[in-house]
């Protein structure tokens, strides 16, 4: 396994999750990513904001490899998850995206019942023995999610059934059945009506005490609300990072300021 | 509304009057188009269904057989052998004879024989050999008449035209219309026409050797063509790279869904017949033509139906570290299933419906035996439909109409299968 050198100073105060160095990416002759170096922290929230097709969905996408399996897709660089690359030659990527999961843009749940929605990540990776255990991590994850008191009594229903905020929560749901160490966002509340956002964004800052969230958002309210870091991409690169509290109200680059005050994107 | 607006005043509303009048048109030119094919399908299957209720029924006459052991059993021991050695067809002429003691001479006498079947003598026979013990009594059996005289009952002969231009003779009416006053002839239903194979006398005919002929077919053609096509669908639209290859494939596979059924019939006696073997006129063989020939349909439904799938699915079966085949099995297929199975039961509807590439590999025999499995000789149900249009008899008219409406009762029974089958595996996201 290859292991990267994390920045030191910043690993005392918060543990780096993720590094990210030198990332290209094409998509055909086409390049995507330019060369993107980037710290994901442990246990925060990072916001990946920028104009449509700056990269940063194609960024997220790199850090579950979701990017395989999308013909023609060429990465080079290094990520490294816990220092462990992840493109290493012993990494599975059906195991890093266990450990890596994934919300999407549209609610998308399994047209099946609200349990087997839950149920069918631990049971694919063999965490539970029995229906008792099973039972028992699909309430957990629904609590997690802060969605179990609104479906105890209609976890057989189909989750295709439940409110569009609903059916979000419990792709989030899903996704912490496997338990993962990171969340990937990909704009989770753009299909949802601000009172079901402001029920995630809610969920987002009671999650990252167990997981380091990455959220791609269109909308900087949001990534102000609820990321402690931000970078913003831009025509395929990182053009800034930091915390965002710092990024929002000072930014060092022009074309962050110009951004963020709405003057192009 | 504001006016002199371009929307308001007299010429925007006959721009409406002329729009709203197109569209009435155009309502109209579809319901006459509906109109036009439900009138043709009435006319059809009207047809069809007056033509073929016929061969649904027959007319049987009840003889008074004397089961003269002298004749059926002449060494006495009611052993099987040699009571099916016995001459039946004496018994059934005898009985004839006895109603009509007044006919003379053998070319009468024939005429009068000619009144029933010669299926009589083996439903005696069958009836003997189940029942030893009768020989040497008279019993009262019903047996089919010949297929003129079945005609006659049921308004198939012209009484009143010249003797030459009709079957029967002025002598045969007269002696069926006696038999009728006597209270000997009586119209049943032919189950007959459902438990028999083939035959030349149309009377004893029946569909279930064709019957079961299809049912071999189509199950060696179902067996083949739904794994194989489902999972080269599976193969093609989920894991085959895409590039010249795979387009290659897939013109060929879209090629071959419109190759003429009878060039498959050509390859498979070439290659099925010919060049490995196997037994001529056989469902086996049969269904490896026709497996051929619905493969395309299958895959590229199974591909459209798999492609349909919302893409949002199979991410999020990744997203949470489902390996490829559990994406497809788990999540793909469950949900391009209703899909599939629609594609299937057209290819296998086409299938029950062909005869021109099972004439090239020999089905088109005349096979009397209802065959018994995948290997032995046999025909499926438009051949037999082709066969009885193509004889002679008068009967088969009936006969063709008939075994087409079995054939439809099948298409339908398949198609309803298709839509609960269906039912049952449509999910909604």
């Known amino acids: 396994m290859t292991t990267i050198s994390r920045p030191a100073e910043r690993s005392q105060l918060y543990l780096t999750k993720i590094t990210t160095r030198d990332l290209n990416v094409w998509y055909g002759e086409k390049q995507a990513l330019f060369s993107v170096n980037l710290d994901i922290e442990r246990n925060r929230v990072t916001s990946l904001i920028g104009p449509s097709g700056c990269g940063k969905s194609t960024y997220l996408r790199c850090l579950n490899r979701m990017n395989d399996v999308i013909e023609g897709c060429r990465v080079e660089g290094k990520i490294a998850l816990d220092g462990d690359d992840v493109h290493g030659e012993d990494v599975d990527p059906v195991q890093l995206r266990a450990r890596v999961g994934m919300v999407f843009q549209k609610p998308n749940p399994f047209p099946k019942s609200v349990w087997e929605n839950v149920a069918y990540g631990p049971r694919i990776h063999g965490l539970a023995t029995g229906r008792a255990e099973l039972d028992e991590i699909v309430t957990t994850s629904l609590e997690r999610a802060g969605l179990f008191a609104e479906v105890k009594d209609r976890l057989d229903d189909p989750g295709t059934g439940l409110s569009g905020g609903q059916q979000q929560r419990l792709c989030i749901a899903r996704a912490i059945a496997v338990q993962p160490d990171v969340i990937l966002m990909d704009e989770p509340c753009s299909a949802l009506d601000p009172i079901a956002t402001a029920r995630i964004e809610e969920l987002m800052e009671e999650l990252r005490a167990r997981y380091t969230i990455v959220i791609v958002t269109h909308s900087m309210q949001q990534a102000a609300r609820v990321s402690q870091r931000t970078a913003f991409f831009h025509l395929g690169a990182v053009v800034e990072e930091g915390e965002t509290g710092k990024l929002f109200t000072d930014p060092r680059e022009e074309r962050t300021r110009d951004y963020i005050t709405g003057r192009f994107g | 509304m504001t006016s002199g607006g371009v929307h308001s005043g007299e010429a925007a509303r006959r721009r409406l009057r002329k729009r709203h009048a197109a569209e009435r048109r155009f309502r109209l030119y579809g319901l006459a188009a509906i109109g036009l094919a439900l ?217 071959l869904a419109a190759v003429p059924s009878i060039v498959f019939g050509l390859l498979g006696l070439a290659v099925f017949l010919n060049l490995s073997g196997l037994p001529r006129s056989a469902p086996l063989v049969g269904g490896l033509v026709l497996a051929l020939m619905t493969l395309p349909t299958v895959i590229i439904a199974s591909r459209s139906s798999i492609m349909a799938v919302p893409p949002g699915i199979r991410e999020a079966a990744m997203g949470i570290g489902a390996s490829p085949i559990q994406v497809v099995g788990h999540h793909v297929l469950p949900l391009a299933l209703p899909g599939i199975l629609t594609g299937t039961i057209l290819g296998m509807a086409r299938a029950l419906g062909e005869t021109a590439p099972l004439l090239m590999i020999g089905m088109v025999a005349f096979i009397v035996d209802v065959p018994t499995g995948p290997t032995a000789p046999a025909t499926v149900l438009p051949v037999q439909v082709y066969l009885w249009a193509d004889s002679p008899e008068r009967a088969f008219v009936a006969k063709t109409s008939g075994a087409i409406l079995v054939l439809l009762a099948f298409l339908v029974a398949m198609n309803l299968a298709a839509v609960l089958l269906r039912s049952r595996f449509e999910r909604r996201w």
């Open chain 2, 39 to 255: 009138g043709a399908l009435v006319t059809l299957l009207g047809t069809v269904v007056v033509r073929g209720l016929p061969a649904f029924f027959g007319y049987e006459v009840t003889l008074d057989l004397h089961l003269d052991a002298a004749r059926l059993d002449p060494q006495g021991g009611r052993r099987p052998g040699d009571l099916g050695r016995g001459d039946y067809g004496r018994v059934v002429k005898d009985a004839l004879r006895a109603l009509f003691p007044e006919v003379k001479g053998r070319r009468e006498r024939r005429r009068l024989h000619a009144l029933v079947s010669s299926g009589a003598a083996f439903d005696l026979r069958e009836r003997v050999l189940a029942e030893p013990d009768l020989v040497g009594s008279t019993i009262a059996l019903a047996v089919p008449l010949s297929d003129d005289a079945d005609l006659f009952f049921k308004g198939g002969v012209d009484a009143e035209a010249a003797e030459a231009d009709r079957r029967l003779s002025d002598a045969q009416i007269t002696w069926l219309r006696a038999l009728q006053s006597e209270g000997r002839v009586a119209r049943r239903f032919w189950t007959r026409f459902f438990r028999a194979g083939d035959s030349r006398e149309p009377e004893l005919a029946g569909i279930w050797g064709a019957l079961v002929g299809s049912l071999w077919t189509l199950g060696v053609t179902l067996l083949l063509s739904f794994p194989l096509g489902v999972a080269a669908a599976v193969y093609l639209e989920e894991f085959a790279p895409k590039g010249r290859l795979t387009d290659f494939i897939e013109v060929n596979i879209n090629n």
